[in-house]
């Protein structure tokens, strides 16, 4: 403290959160801004479902230090795209329900190998205003009794397939009379898996007003790590899909 007293801090940093993208793409991308930013050093930070790129400038006072960070951060943001999601404290679950509440839409969750973490993530702050509900469809009985996912798809394309994630998140949509609805269908193992469908496969899909998103991963870690990694993906795919489409004149016009 003492020190900390005595010494000026002129430096400013801020944290860039990606997702979808490894550190050494990242690093691949952003290896020149060492020369066109000498005074701004970058750094990593791998976590379980992204990573961070840390920004940090130094100058003579605090103000031209944040210009410099500000002015770097700006140029990460261009050389990676969206793969940069939010910045220092901003979470996913944060972002994704904030876009949902941005179009003024209402959403529900349809969760199987996650658990129900998707809504747990997603209420962590106040969320009554968008988040209507949700069901975690472990079971084949579940999905097609509380969801109405097909039984022939169920059978010719087994539980974990996008064919299912797309019916499970129409179903939701449906189920709960709602514009946004988000699902995710995966071996988290630690059994489970086959040669066609691996350990830390997941499916997850947005049914909104324009149609329905399928996009898939096969995530590596314990089941735990697969679980997190799903429920992000997933989130990331209702921020992205949410914020590229306009809001529907009503809910009614959204089921159609």
Same mark, same amino acid.
């Given at each position: 403290?003492?020190?900390?007293?005595?010494?000026?801090?002129?430096?400013?940093?801020?944290?860039?959160?990606?997702?979808?993208?490894?550190?050494?793409?990242?690093?691949?991308?952003?290896?020149?801004?060492?020369?066109?930013?000498?005074?701004?050093?970058?750094?990593?930070?791998?976590?379980?479902?992204?990573?961070?790129?840390?920004?940090?400038?130094?100058?003579?006072?605090?103000?031209?230090?944040?210009?410099?960070?500000?002015?770097?951060?700006?140029?990460?943001?261009?050389?990676?795209g969206e793969a940069v999601y939010g910045e220092n404290d901003?979470?996913?679950?944060?972002?994704? %329900?904030? &876009?949902?509440?941005?179009?003024?839409?209402?959403?529900?969750? *349809?969760? +199987?190998?996650? #658990? =129900?973490?998707?809504?747990?993530?997603?209420?962590?702050?106040?969320?009554?205003?968008?988040?209507?509900?949700?069901?975690?469809?472990?079971?084949?009985?579940?999905?097609?009794?509380?969801?109405?996912?097909?039984?022939?798809?169920?059978?010719?394309?087994?539980?974990?397939?996008?064919?299912?994630?797309?019916?499970?998140?129409?179903?939701?949509?449906?189920?709960?009379?709602?514009?946004?609805?988000?699902?995710?269908?995966?071996?988290?193992?630690?059994? %489970?898996? &086959?040669?066609?469908?691996?350990?830390?496969?997941?499916?997850? *899909?947005? +049914?909104?007003? #324009? =149609?329905?998103?399928?996009?898939?991963?096969?995530?590596?870690?314990?089941?735990?790590?697969?679980?997190?990694?799903?429920?992000?993906?997933?989130?990331?795919?209702?921020?992205?899909?949410?914020?590229?489409?306009?809001?529907?004149?009503?809910?009614?016009?959204?089921?159609?």
């Amino acid at each position: 403290p003492r020190v900390r007293g005595s010494v000026a801090n002129t430096s400013y940093a801020l944290c860039l959160h990606t997702v979808g993208m490894v550190e050494s793409a990242i690093a691949d991308k952003l290896a020149s801004m060492v020369e066109t930013h000498p005074a701004v050093t970058i750094g990593y930070r791998v976590k379980s479902s992204e990573i961070d790129v840390r920004v940090e400038a130094r100058a003579e006072d605090y103000g031209s230090s944040r210009e410099l960070a500000m002015a770097a951060a700006d140029e990460v943001k261009a050389r990676l795209g969206e793969a940069v999601y939010g910045e220092n404290d901003q979470t996913m679950p944060q972002l994704a %329900g904030r &876009s949902v509440r941005a179009k003024g839409w209402r959403m529900a969750v *349809a969760e +199987s190998c996650t #658990g =129900g973490l998707i809504a747990q993530q997603l209420t962590t702050q106040p969320a009554s205003d968008f988040f209507v509900g949700g069901t975690v469809a472990y079971a084949n009985t579940a999905k097609a009794a509380v969801l109405g996912v097909s039984e022939d798809t169920l059978r010719g394309h087994g539980a974990v397939s996008a064919e299912v994630a797309a019916e499970m998140a129409e179903g939701a949509r449906r189920t709960f009379d709602c514009d946004v609805a988000v699902s995710v269908t995966g071996i988290a193992g630690p059994s %489970g898996a &086959s040669a066609e469908k691996p350990l830390g496969l997941c499916h997850y *899909a947005v +049914s909104y007003p #324009g =149609g329905t998103v399928v996009e898939q991963s096969v995530f590596s870690g314990g089941r735990n790590q697969v679980q997190q990694k799903a429920a992000h993906a997933a989130l990331d795919l209702l921020r992205r899909t949410v914020i590229s489409h306009a809001r529907p004149s009503s809910s009614t016009d959204a089921l159609k």
